[in-house]
């Protein structure tokens, strides 16, 4: 099975049934999201060894050690972090400046994470390094981040239904409200995607039915019926990739986010079936009005200093919570298949959290908000997944 290389992902891999043979993913690539600075840092992580100006963990992966320029920039960061969190939540910060690098971070960070802990015990202060190529980088930066209480079961959108009406003029007021509402949950809501390239848990699943060692690899040589199954799964596979893509870059516009508001009050209900949908669409331009700047990537991304990678026997977010291709084929079937396996051998399930970075003055703690993001964000997914799931089973009135 084909293991995600999207920048925010760590290695993850999909249970296999009873009886299936199944490959073991390569290494995973460099991390997005890795300890800043030295040891103290790393703990409980990987151990570290020093070679040359470079630092090796134990995956074999290199990174760059630092060099006095740098110390003072992650120094600096980290101070200018540390003045936002306590301003936020009113306490005097342990000044560590003076002492030899790394201790002037490791003995501040200790203490404003102890006083944090008196003042909001539900939060954990962590300190994160981000690298992403598009995003803005972080050294040495404090984020506070806490579990939220919030139920989450299966929220599935399906994409076939939407693709069905691309070219047809019967349904053009209905893709265009659909064209919206996709963009605005891929685009603002960093929705999981369940094409090829966003690396998503759906299409590891299409991966494991047609790699060599997946679903159909110790049958398809043994009887030709077989090899018939495994080609036809195979060509399935690649159209579904390929009407991902193709739907992807339809509704894939920041001009669809921008028309959300005003398609959905031009939008004029023509059956049942356009009710719910037009219910589910009002929920989602509440969500875009009270929450403008709240996004799904933060159940997503791992910026928990404590867990580096996402580890085996972890039911993920973006598993259970994603675009999908259809819910009624052999595809989702399998879907839903490998996520009862994993339930029922007793995986722990990933809780949403909220994460609130401080790389600048915080006018609040949104810890709060997200909780009721979250909620309000979930009950329009799950509608619209519905309405979506009865035009997949055909039930267009």
């Known amino acids: 099975m084909r293991t995600a290389q999207s920048p925010r992902r760590s290695t993850r891999s999909v249970q296999p049934t009873s009886g299936r043979r199944h490959r073991q993913s390569p290494a995973p690539p460099v991390p997005t999201i890795r300890p800043a600075g030295p040891a103290f840092l790393t703990q409980p992580i990987l151990p570290i060894q020093f070679q040359s100006d470079r630092i090796q963990d134990s995956y074999g992966r290199f990174y760059k ?60 202060l962590v300190l994160v390094a981000q690298s992403y190529k598009d995003e803005k980088k972080y050294r040495a930066t404090l984020a506070t981040v806490q579990a939220e209480d919030t139920d989450i079961s299966l929220y599935n959108v399906p994409v076939r239904p939407y693709q069905r009406m691309i070219g047809d003029r019967r349904q ?38 047609i790699d060599e060692d997946g679903i159909y690899a110790s049958e398809r040589d043994a009887e030709e019926e077989y090899g018939d199954h495994y080609k036809a799964a195979k060509r399935k596979v690649f159209d579904i990739r390929r ?97 009862d396996d994993e339930m029922s051998s007793g995986c722990d399930q990933e809780p949403l959290q909220s994460v609130q970075v401080f790389d600048s003055p915080q006018a609040k703690d949104i810890h709060a908000d997200y909780q009721e993001y979250y909620q309000l964000l979930l009950d329009a997914v799950g509608d619209l997944g519905a309405v979506l799931s009865r035009m997949d089973h055909g039930k267009c009135e």
Not at 96 to 103: I, K
Not at 198 to 206: K, N
Not at 320 to 333: G, K, L, P
């Open 243 to 339: 009407l991902c893509l193709q739907s992807k870059k339809r509704f894939n516009h920041e001009y669809h986010v921008q028309q959300l508001s005003q398609r959905v009050n031009s939008f004029k209900p023509k059956s049942e079936l356009d009710q719910d949908l037009l219910i589910a669409a009002q929920k989602l331009v509440e969500v875009e009005c009270h929450f403008p700047h709240h996004s799904f990537k933060m159940a997503t991304d791992n910026h928990h200093l404590e867990i580096k990678d996402r580890a085996e026997g972890t039911i993920f977010v973006d598993q259970i919570a994603t675009f999908v291709w259809s819910d009624n084929d052999e595809f989702y079937s399998l879907y839903t298949q490998f996520l």
């Open 172 to 209: 053009r007021q209905r893709l265009r409200l659909l064209d919206s509402l996709f963009a605005f949950l891929y685009r603002r809501v960093a929705f999981p995607y369940c094409g090829p390239d966003d690396s998503s848990y759906f299409d590891d699943i299409l991966s494991y039915t």
């Open 65 to 124: 050690k630092s060099g006095p320029d740098d110390q003072a920039k992650e120094v600096a960061e980290y101070y200018a972090s540390l003045d936002h969190l306590a301003s936020l939540y009113n306490f005097q910060p342990r000044n560590c400046r003076d002492m030899a690098y790394p201790m002037n971070i490791g003995l501040s960070f200790i203490a404003a994470r102890q006083q944090l802990k008196a003042i909001k015990p539900d939060l954990t």
